[in-house]
């Protein structure tokens, strides 16, 4: 993101500074959406434009966005049962009326910025040109690209996001769909976090989640159930900052953004409870403490990795005639009243993976001339140990 060949130094995650989100579950190895089998997850960025010119002209050109990918090598052959949450409604999903009409994702999810949601469904469209789809794309508000700057994201990027796409460790704050997000009047963006879950078969199953953190009011920020957004609030720290370009463009309000979230498993779920487990996305982002504002998307997907016992089979062309005759085929389902355990999981990790956002991102400047700042980690570290919470 800038000159100069000194290695930056990597910013820890939550976990890495002893906060510890729920007690009863443990994380995957990766910590990470990724640690659910067959997931895979790419990203890609764009930073452009020089925010130290008062030249409206060049200041039209500054561009900060991305976007995420998520899926599964198959998923476009193999479909996954999946199903919505909302929380607030401020915000867009496409593809979600036909996902839960049929109760399943039938191919890959994108995550971007608000005025890039066109270019990265063309971009996911154009993956598979002769192949009817409805692509899934969630977004969050940009509001550090110039309204008038040159396509942000285009179909190029979305291909390099599906090239880059990766079961392994991923990069959270600044990346992707989260490049120039902001949560709490700091900067946000994208994080991930995980949680193993018992079964009575004696194999644990995976909770995953990846959010595109771009909410929260920063007097609210509420870390391990301590007031940290109220402490940085009083201290100024999270005031505007106008380091190089005190324009006179109108600055949106903190809080006015949105929080997508996803939330991947192998427990095999059904649509219904697909829907459910996506609720609770929800009590994590309100333990954190978001969830309060009207122009705040905050809308969740779950779908589950899971496969049938035996495949769908589609009937022979030669007896699709006035009526195709009905098939069926054999899937597993968890216990609807075992589901808690689910729940707990999807909360805990979302409350975590918002964290891990925070303490990853960099500050950044958006074409307004306003700077966030990142996450005083040094001072939360502080303001934790007083509370006896690490």
């Not at 500074?17 to 994380?27: H, K, N, Q, R, V």
């Not at 953004?257 to 609770?280: E, F, K, N, Y």
Request: aromatic share 6%.
């Amino acid at each position: 993101m800038g000159g100069g060949t000194e290695t930056p130094v990597r910013r820890p995650r939550a976990r890495e500074i002893g906060i510890e989100i729920g007690d009863l579950l443990t994380p995957g190895p990766l910590n990470a959406i990724t640690d659910v089998p067959r997931i895979k997850v790419g990203m890609t960025e764009k930073f452009s434009g020089n925010v130290s010119s008062s030249d409206e002209e060049e200041r039209k050109k500054i561009v900060r966005a991305g976007v995420t990918l998520i899926g599964t090598d198959d998923i476009e052959k193999v479909p996954l049962f999946a199903g919505v949450g909302i929380l607030q409604g401020s915000g867009e999903l496409t593809g979600s009326h036909f996902m839960q009409e049929c109760g399943q994702l039938t191919g890959y999810i994108a995550i971007t910025g608000t005025s890039q949601v066109g270019c990265a469904y063309n971009g996911i469209t154009k993956l598979h040109p002769l192949q009817l789809s409805l692509p899934v794309v969630g977004e969050t508000f940009d509001r550090m690209t110039h309204p008038l700057a040159p396509e942000p994201i285009g179909k190029e990027d979305v291909r390099v996001a599906f090239e880059n796409m990766t079961s392994g460790r991923l990069r959270e704050g600044n990346v992707g769909g989260g490049a120039s997000m902001v949560s709490f009047g700091l900067k946000g963006g994208t994080g991930t976090a995980s949680r193993l879950v018992p079964s009575t078969n004696g194999k644990d199953f995976v909770v995953g989640v990846l959010v595109q953190a771009n909410h929260g009011v920063p007097y609210d920020l509420t870390i391990s159930g301590i007031p940290v957004g109220k402490v940085l609030d009083s201290e100024g720290y999270t005031k505007p900052w106008f380091p190089t370009h005190d324009s006179k463009i109108h600055q949106p309000k903190d809080g006015d953004g949105s929080i997508i979230v996803i939330v991947a498993t192998d427990a095999p779920l059904l649509p219904h409870q697909c829907s459910a487990v996506a609720r609770r996305a929800g009590v994590g982002i309100s333990r954190g403490g978001g969830g309060t504002g009207f122009f705040s998307g905050d809308i969740f997907l779950c779908f589950s990795t899971a496969a049938p016992i035996t495949p769908p089979q589609s009937p022979p062309l030669e007896s699709r005639k006035v009526l195709e005759p009905v098939s069926t085929y054999t899937i597993e389902a968890t216990n609807n009243e075992t589901l808690d355990v689910i729940f707990r999981a999807a909360a805990d990790a979302t409350e975590e993976a918002i964290l891990n956002a925070l303490f990853a991102a960099e500050e950044l400047e958006g074409y307004t001339g306003r700077k966030w700042r990142s996450l005083p980690v040094e001072r939360v570290k502080e303001i934790l140990k007083e509370a006896k919470r690490i």
